[in-house]
């Protein structure tokens, strides 16, 4: 009943059956890292108030000074948000009620100066306040919209390369940044990126300065 | 050379390796279902301003009238928030700049006699500003600390159940739910979360009443 021949046929059809099945086994262990790799959302949150620190090293990145202005060169949340900014290399898209910080602003126009295509969505009522970083933006050549409404353009986000988002309660003032308790939220999660570019290229479109009626017909 | 019993072994071995793989695969398979669940980030992006929108029917769920306000009941941002709020089944930290939203104060009271443990962080100024509701919630019984300092408390997150962290630009205010360009991020992140409800509860325990100096001692 028990021939040796079955026993072989078994033999080589269990081999083949453990072998596929260590076929299926390495793909799922590399489907499960690479969808590890692919979901993982690259978060980080920075809170607010921090201290002052000196960022020329950041911002003069061809002459890294040893810096004499006496503030610590230690790591901040300004510094961390710095550094996103910094790595954006293609686009970067900013909808921020309030741009006063100096040290931002030298920020944006060093990307501008490096290629990036920046835009600036700011909000009419801020964007001419004293200390305001919004005019020497556009001077220096970044394209600018404003709303003209009663309504607060109340946004303070930036859009990295179309792949990260950095939202929060920080307007982007050098008070803001080093008396208040703020947060600011990094995100890498495509889905929120997305409605973020979307809510952008709203606003863009609708502050286009072809639409401004600023001496509206009487009726 | 070839013996019967070399393939009786090589079956027998070759067929327990498949049921292990087998064991492997399933397990793998079931590693890959889980890690997705557990890792999806429920995320939703809520922008405004949302249009004026009836909300009794989500704060009034024993007495589902059909409401006369004139008002529209369809759903919007705000009816959006409130779900999620609403959703609280047992703790809710809020930590809010400006609290006057008459909808956003019923919908916490709501959820603070249902039994949840609210408690909630203000700013110092903008708790005492007219249509504020931060007296109110008091009274009723809510939890409420805020700062003494100079600087604003600006934030402006809520923590759903320790599960779900609610973050943006967006002042719990009438004004900015109806006329401003705001967002609001909502988010099932558990490092996230985790971040966020450090910050509360270390304002929290600086901004213990027990600590407050109204009446400094001259130096």
Chains 1, 2 share one sequence.
């Not at 692919?38 to 921090?50: D, I, N, Y």
Request: hydrophobic share 45%.
């Amino acid at each position: 009943m028990w021939a040796p021949v079955s026993w072989k046929a078994l033999g080589l059809a269990s081999l083949l059956l453990a072998l596929g099945m260590e076929s299926v086994v390495l793909l799922l262990a590399f489907a499960i890292r690479g969808r590890g790799r692919r979901r993982r959302p690259a978060a980080e949150v920075l809170f607010f108030p921090a201290p002052p620190t000196c960022t020329e090293a950041l911002l003069r990145p061809s002459r890294p000074l040893p810096c004499a202005c006496g503030l610590p060169h230690a790591e901040s949340s300004l510094s961390r948000l710095m550094l996103r900014l910094l790595s954006t290399r293609e686009s970067l898209e900013l909808c921020l009620f309030s741009f006063s910080s100096p040290q931002l602003a030298r920020t944006v126009l060093l990307l501008h100066r490096r290629g990036v295509r920046v835009r600036l969505i700011a909000d009419s009522d801020y964007m001419a306040v004293k200390g305001s970083q919004v005019g020497m933006l556009r001077k220096a050549g970044i394209a600018v919209r404003h709303d003209q409404h009663s309504g607060y353009m109340h946004h303070k986000f930036a859009v990295v390369d179309k792949t990260i988002i950095i939202t929060g309660s920080l307007n982007w003032t050098t008070q803001a940044i080093q008396t208040n308790r703020e947060n600011i939220l990094i995100l890498e999660d495509a889905a929120v990126v997305k409605a973020f570019i979307k809510e952008f290229e709203s606003i863009w479109q609708e502050y286009d300065p072809t639409n401004y009626e600023f001496f509206p017909a009487k009726k």
